[in-house]
């Protein structure tokens, strides 16, 4: 049984049983994406949709109520531009520019954090980092109805690492027990 260090806040993607876990020889991927994050999930819509197959382990079944960040800068809404999902951030999150500094109700000190014209983006938006992630999940799922050969495997948690010459093998454990990759 795999540990869920945290509750899921959007079951994207829940556990299902695939042919890998019966198979009697463990199947090859060209990349394995350990951990279903934003850096796992971004990474798996750059490479998917170019063709790359790409297969996403991630231990829980969606995007979990852990929430951590809330401010997002404006290099990371150009990463998620060139992905497809910067417009979905920006129309849900709130964007800021200037920051402000008090002490009391006295104002002690102001930045602005983009002070040029002509950027397309703001310096920041707040937007809580589940939405983060369900937005790349979801465009995931759009480019995968598109054809692009992305597979997510959620309850899929990596236990064991093996490095050889050529290929890598995966222990991963599942609500049914373990398998090889
Ligand atoms: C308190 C706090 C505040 C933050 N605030 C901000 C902020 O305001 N702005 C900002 O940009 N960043 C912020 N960050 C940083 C941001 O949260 C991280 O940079 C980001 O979550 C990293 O993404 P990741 O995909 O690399 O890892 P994670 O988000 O940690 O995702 C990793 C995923 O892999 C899964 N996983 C782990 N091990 C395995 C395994 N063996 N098998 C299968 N799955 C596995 C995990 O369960 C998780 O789902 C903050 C971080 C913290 C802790």
């Not at 199947?27 to 170019?50: E, K, N, Q, S």
Request: proline residues 7%; glycine residues 10%; contains cysteine.
């Amino acid at each position: 049984m795999i540990h869920q260090r945290y509750k899921t806040q959007f079951q994207l993607y829940p556990y299902a049983r695939v042919p890998a876990q019966d198979a009697e020889t463990p199947a090859r991927h060209p990349v394995v994406i350990v951990g279903g994050g934003p850096i796992g999930m971004a990474l798996a819509l750059d490479l998917g949709p170019r063709g790359t197959p790409v297969l996403v382990l991630d231990d829980h079944d969606g995007v979990g109520m852990g929430s951590r960040a809330i401010c997002f800068a404006k290099r990371t809404l150009e990463i998620c531009d060139r992905l497809g999902v910067g417009q979905a951030m920006v129309d849900k999150g709130v964007q800021w520019n200037l920051g402000r500094v008090f002490r009391g109700e006295e104002e002690i000190y102001e930045f602005n954090l983009l002070p040029e014209e002509g950027h397309r983006r703001p310096a920041f938006i707040n937007l809580q980092q589940p939405y983060f992630e369900r937005f790349i999940v979801e465009a995931i799922f759009e480019a995968q109805a598109k054809g692009a050969p992305i597979e997510i495997r959620g309850q899929n948690q990596v236990t064991e690492m093996e490095r050889h010459d050529d290929h890598v093998v995966l222990t991963v454990d599942t609500p049914d027990g373990p398998y090889v990759l």
